[in-house]
Every structure is written in C-alpha cells, then in structure tokens.
Nanobody, 121 residues
Framework: QVQLVESGGGLVQAGGSLRLSCAASGSIFSINVMGWYRQAPGKQRELVARITSGGMTNYADSGKGRFTISRDNAKNTVYLQMNSLKPEDTAVYYC???????????????WGQGTQVTVSS
C-alpha cells in the first residue's frame, strides 16, 4: 500500500518562508512525476509545481520566482521551498505522485492527506 506523507506546513508571516516535504512509502516500483497542489477555501485545487524523475520542473505563475521544487529520488521524497510568502498563498497543500506499483502496470495518481499553510498579513 502506497502512502504519501506531507510535513512542514504551519503559520508564517507574510514575507516568510516554509519548506514542505512529502515522502512516498510502500510498495513502489517507480515514481514518474511528483508535485504539489493547493486548495484554498471555496476554490478548486490547483497546481503549484511539479518535477519529473529526471528533474524537469514546471511552476504555476503564482509561484514562479518564489517557490522551488526539488526531489530526492533515492528517498522518494519531494520538497517545496516557499519564500516571500503572501496571504494569498494560504491553502491546504497536497502532495501528488504519479507512480507505478508493479512493473509493467499503468501508473496512477496518489495523494497525500494535505498540510495547512497559513500566511498572515
């Protein structure tokens, strides 16, 4: 059984920084893309950033220049360094992984339980 466990959320003042971590565990053959999404109250879940197993990244416009996604393939872990945080970054942040459990099977999406990030003004 695959689990994604996030950590690192919390309360921070505007202009501050947080680093989120997400570790995937369980029966995993390979992980393709790992990413972070967020969902603010009353809004749809949206992409924040994602990274391939080869290190290619893409970011939502809202986080470009402020957020950095990275990954440790040996640890099946993805990180999100968030700097210059704004109140509008307040949301529940979810880790996502597109992974394969058994060699030869089609990959599928797995989600973490979410971690709250609150940025005060």
């Amino acid at each position: 059984q695959v689990q994604l466990v996030e950590s690192g959320g919390g309360l921070v003042q505007a202009g501050g920084s947080l680093r989120l971590s997400c570790a995937a565990s369980g029966s995993i053959f390979s992980i393709n893309v790992m990413g972070w999404y967020r969902q603010a109250p009353g809004k749809q879940r949206e992409l924040v950033a994602r990274i391939t197993s080869g290190g290619m990244t893409n970011y939502a416009d809202s986080g470009k220049g402020r957020f950095t996604i990275s990954r440790d393939n040996a640890k099946n872990t993805v990180y999100l360094q968030m700097n210059s945080l704004k109140p509008e970054d307040t949301a529940v942040y979810y880790c996502n992984a597109d992974l394969t459990v058994v060699r030869g099977e089609i990959s599928r999406d797995y989600w973490g339980q979410g971690t709250q990030v609150t940025v005060s003004s």
